[in-house]
């Protein structure tokens, strides 16, 4: 394993908060995360993600030789998608490129379809973020589609790619 996933600690807020003030890693991330991000937002995440109800949200801190290196997180879905979950995840600049993201995404995976109900999980990444694409290929998931037009990230109008793992057997 190039890395590992743990429960996160209030301790983590400030690698948090380094990885995250990066602008490339937001650039590849969803609106509505402070920039720069302070250790006090890093903090509030956190505590959210440790009082988070434990059937719906499932998120973990990446590390690596005993360091926070990024995000993972697989947050259920509601009302007849109860047994689909979105996969969110964010890896440090410093950290690309050396297989870290797949490995993180496999574990988070497998994870999820031994320890729970989930039968399907789904990424969204934007279409030009080719690297975040590969690591979910490389960890098996199926291009779906585009979603044609689908965010608006920094002003400029945005296709995504529709991802897919679902666990087989059931």
Same mark, same amino acid.
């Given at each position: ?10 301790? +983590? ?7 995250? #003030?990066?602008? =490339? ?7 509505? *995360? ?18 988070? +109800?434990?059937?719906? !949200? ?5 590390? !690596? ?5 990024? #995000?993972? #997180? ?8 109860? =047994? !689909? ?5 964010? *890896? ?10 797949? +490995? ?5 995976? =497998? ?5 729970? +109900?989930?039968? =399907? ?5 934007? #279409? ?28 400029? *109008? ?13």
């Amino acid at each position: 394993m190039l890395c590992s996933l743990r429960t996160w600690r209030m301790e +983590d807020a400030k690698a948090l908060a380094k990885t995250i #003030s990066n602008k =490339r890693v937001q650039d590849n991330l969803r609106d509505g *995360i402070p920039y720069p991000y302070t250790v006090k937002d890093g903090e509030e995440f956190i505590a959210s993600m440790l009082s988070a +109800d434990e059937d719906t !949200t499932y998120a973990f801190a990446i590390t !690596t030789g005993g360091r926070v290196v990024g #995000s993972i #997180s697989v947050v259920r879905c509601g009302n007849i998608h109860f =047994r !689909t979950a979105e996969l969110g995840y964010y *890896i440090g600049e410093e950290y690309w490129g050396k297989g870290i993201g797949t +490995d993180a995404i496999k574990q988070i995976c =497998r994870y999820i379809f031994e320890e729970t +109900d989930i039968i =399907r999980i789904f990424a969204e990444p934007f #279409s030009y973020n080719i690297p975040s694409c590969r690591a979910l290929e490389k960890a098996g998931f199926q291009l779906e589609g585009t979603l044609r037009k689908n965010a608006v990230k920094n002003g400029k *109008i945005l296709d995504m790619k529709m991802y897919a793992l679902v666990k087989e057997n059931d």
